[in-house]
């Protein structure tokens, strides 16, 4: 067996990353860097940084479904949330170890750019978390699992497992650009602003690709610790740059989707199909609530992501939290 090679043995790690944009000290602070001020009348804002506790959801998810994980990490801006006594004792009794990682802790070397309200920024340093496993897994707190889990759903010996498909950079789609410019140029609307695909693109450019990207399923994602302190030691500068920004830009990249792509350059992954997970972008009640039952006995289906819950009417909000809880109790 060779030394690289994955064992069942080796522990794993899991980390979410989270903000209680709920919290009156965080929105203080964050008013206090942003030009646009935080009082959760602006749409974008509450998109981004509101929350209904799923938090507490996702972690009793992977005590429950995801029995090989060691610690759980919860990265935080000094901030616990709700119950987190309770889910602890929840994780000791099931041999899964919950701890709260504070942003001065993976900042360390770039405390000056703290506070940061950057998801991108905070993601590019979890592989900095004192004692994380060389293969670890990465949630958003709007992730869930909702069937039992195996290793080998995200690493097959040292390739890591894959979900979703290729796609074409920006700057090579002809009629999306045609179409952005007759936006701007003809009916004076302002530029859309380049958001989460730009960052995937960045991080796939800096692998090597340069003439498609893979865009991966919104679900968890397999990370490798030294195949990213490898790249950096290779790459000095690189780490501080992406990290300085306060709030999101777009010349910024996604970490794990750079993993990702120095794997795929290294064709050391393995590709699943992105049904195993079930995603959720609205919520017109109806529709939704059809798909959430359709889908309810799929054993299949492994991982579900609720993005934007937020956004939805108090019912919808209170028909999934409360499908969601029976299925982790």
């Given at each position: 067996?060779?030394?690289?090679?994955?064992?069942?043995?080796?522990p794993?790690?899991?980390?979410?990353?989270?903000?209680?944009?709920?919290?009156?000290?965080?929105?203080?602070?964050?008013?206090?860097?942003?030009?646009?001020?935080?009082?959760?009348?602006?749409?974008?804002?509450?998109?981004?940084?509101?929350?209904?506790?799923?938090?507490?959801?996702?972690?009793?998810?992977?005590?429950?479904?995801?029995?090989?994980?060691?610690?759980l990490?919860?990265?935080?801006?000094?901030?616990?949330?709700?119950?987190?006594?309770?889910?602890?004792?929840?994780?000791?009794?099931?041999?899964?170890?919950?701890?709260?990682?504070?942003?001065?802790?993976?900042?360390?070397?770039?405390?000056?750019?703290?506070?940061?309200?950057?998801?991108t920024?905070?993601?590019?340093?979890?592989?900095?978390?004192?004692?994380i496993?060389?293969?670890?897994?990465?949630?958003?707190?709007?992730?869930?699992?909702?069937?039992?889990?195996?290793?080998?759903?995200?690493?097959?010996d040292?390739?890591?497992?894959?979900?979703?498909?290729?796609?074409?950079?920006?700057?090579?789609r002809?009629?999306?650009?045609?179409?952005?410019?007759?936006?701007?140029?003809?009916?004076?609307?302002?530029?859309?602003?380049f958001?989460?695909?730009?960052?995937?693109?960045?991080?796939?450019?800096?692998?090597?690709?340069?003439?498609?990207?893979?865009?991966?399923?919104?679900?968890p994602?397999?990370?490798?610790?030294?195949?990213?302190?490898?790249?950096?030691?290779?790459?000095?500068?690189?780490?501080?740059?992406?990290?300085?920004?306060?709030?999101?830009?777009?010349?910024?990249?996604?970490?794990?989707?750079?993993?990702?792509?120095?794997?795929?350059?290294?064709?050391?992954?393995?590709?699943?199909?992105?049904?195993?997970?079930?995603?959720?972008?609205?919520?017109?009640?109806?529709?939704?609530?059809?798909?959430l039952?359709?889908?309810?006995?799929?054993?299949?289906?492994?991982?579900?992501?609720?993005?934007?819950?937020?956004?939805?009417?108090?019912?919808?909000?209170?028909?999934?939290?409360?499908?969601?809880?029976?299925?982790?109790?």
């Amino acid at each position: 067996m060779g030394k690289t090679e994955l064992k069942i043995k080796d522990p794993f790690d899991a980390v979410i990353y989270w903000v209680d944009g709920n919290d009156k000290a965080w929105q203080k602070k964050f008013n206090k860097f942003s030009e646009v001020k935080l009082g959760f009348s602006n749409e974008e804002l509450i998109t981004r940084y509101g929350s209904v506790n799923e938090v507490e959801i996702a972690i009793r998810s992977i005590i429950k479904f995801a029995p090989f994980i060691r610690n759980l990490f919860l990265v935080s801006d000094n901030q616990v949330p709700k119950h987190f006594d309770e889910l602890k004792a929840l994780g000791e009794r099931n041999h899964i170890h919950l701890k709260i990682v504070d942003h001065k802790e993976i900042f360390r070397g770039f405390e000056p750019y703290l506070p940061t309200f950057n998801s991108t920024s905070i993601e590019t340093l979890i592989f900095r978390i004192p004692g994380i496993s060389e293969h670890f897994i990465v949630f958003n707190d709007d992730m869930f699992l909702i069937n039992e889990i195996t290793k080998e759903d995200f690493f097959r010996d040292e390739k890591i497992v894959l979900r979703g498909d290729w796609d074409r950079f920006y700057e090579d789609r002809k009629l999306r650009n045609l179409y952005h410019d007759y936006r701007i140029k003809l009916l004076n609307k302002e530029p859309k602003p380049f958001g989460h695909k730009k960052r995937i693109q960045n991080a796939a450019k800096l692998a090597g690709f340069n003439q498609r990207y893979f865009y991966r399923a919104h679900g968890p994602h397999a990370l490798k610790k030294s195949v990213l302190e490898s790249f950096f030691k290779e790459h000095p500068g690189l780490l501080e740059e992406n990290v300085r920004y306060r709030f999101r830009t777009e010349i910024q990249f996604i970490i794990s989707s750079l993993l990702e792509h120095l794997e795929l350059k290294r064709n050391n992954f393995v590709m699943l199909p992105s049904t195993q997970l079930l995603y959720f972008g609205s919520y017109k009640p109806v529709i939704a609530k059809s798909k959430l039952l359709k889908n309810e006995k799929n054993k299949d289906i492994k991982f579900m992501c609720c993005q934007n819950l937020v956004e939805a009417n108090s019912d919808i909000q209170s028909y999934f939290l409360e499908w969601l809880f029976k299925r982790i109790n």
